[in-house]
């Protein structure tokens, strides 16, 4: 009789295979070539968000958080253009709000420009309600109903804000007001930092880094009109 044969078993755990890996002068290649490429990002990353792609309007809209200094060059945009009215946007105020005069950004700036000499009956105000995030959003919504409910045949707009807030603001608006709305965008330098080399004070690096963040969360995450 021939001998029963054993059956073997082997429970292998790990196997031996052939991996490529760079050379030194492939990971110097790899590192100037990513390098390079941090250099174009900063180089270019705050011309990309301070987007400035005006378009012929009569309807000029201010976010009512600016600066005083963006106010003046807001007017100064007013004369130059063709407008009819300037529309001014904002929140209520985070700070202050019981002891202000103007509860909210709007109105806030809407005051100031009549200070600067504006005309009261080319101006208006168009707070926005308060609300915990996407107030960018809200804002551009508030303005729609604003602008459905005026009786206004308005169908191009310019939007004025500042710095790297504008490629934001831009598609955020334009998001809010397609299709009856086309929606250009200036947007004004910001004095805080020096714009050409951002990354050497915190205040750029800062402004720059949460800009990026908020514009892919708006381009990518946000919300459907």
């Known amino acids: 009789m021939q001998p029963k044969k054993r059956l073997k078993f082997r429970i292998q755990l790990i196997q031996r295979r052939e991996v490529w890996l760079p050379t030194l002068q492939g990971w110097a290649v790899i590192f100037l070539s990513l390098l390079m490429m941090l250099g174009w990002a900063i180089a270019n990353i705050h011309p990309f968000l301070a987007v400035t792609a005006p378009i012929p309007a009569n309807i000029l809209v201010v976010e009512g958080w600016l600066p005083d200094y963006a106010v003046e060059e807001a007017i100064a945009e007013y ?65 729609r109903k604003w602008l459905s409910a005026s009786g206004l045949r308005i169908t191009d707009v310019n939007l004025f804000t500042l710095g790297t807030h504008t490629r934001r603001s831009w598609l955020v608006f334009r998001q809010a007001l397609a299709p009856t709305v086309h929606v250009g965008a200036i947007a004004v330098e910001p004095r805080a930092y020096d714009v050409e080399h951002w990354w050497r004070s915190s205040e750029g ?21």
Not at 92 to 112: C, D, I, Q, V
Not at 122 to 140: F, H
Not at 205 to 225: G, M, P, Q
């Open 205 to 225: 690096v800062r402004t720059v880094i949460s800009e990026v963040i908020a514009y892919l969360y708006a381009r990518f995450v946000s919300w459907k009109t």
């Open 79 to 143: 004369q130059r253009g063709s407008y009819e009215k300037l529309i001014t946007t904002g929140t209520p105020l985070s700070r202050g709000y019981y002891l202000a005069e103007y509860k909210n950004f709007a109105e806030l700036t809407a005051a100031t420009f009549l200070a600067l000499g504006f005309d009261p009956k080319q101006l208006v105000a168009v707070p926005t309600p308060k609300v915990e995030k996407d107030r960018t959003y809200t804002s551009a919504v508030t303005l």
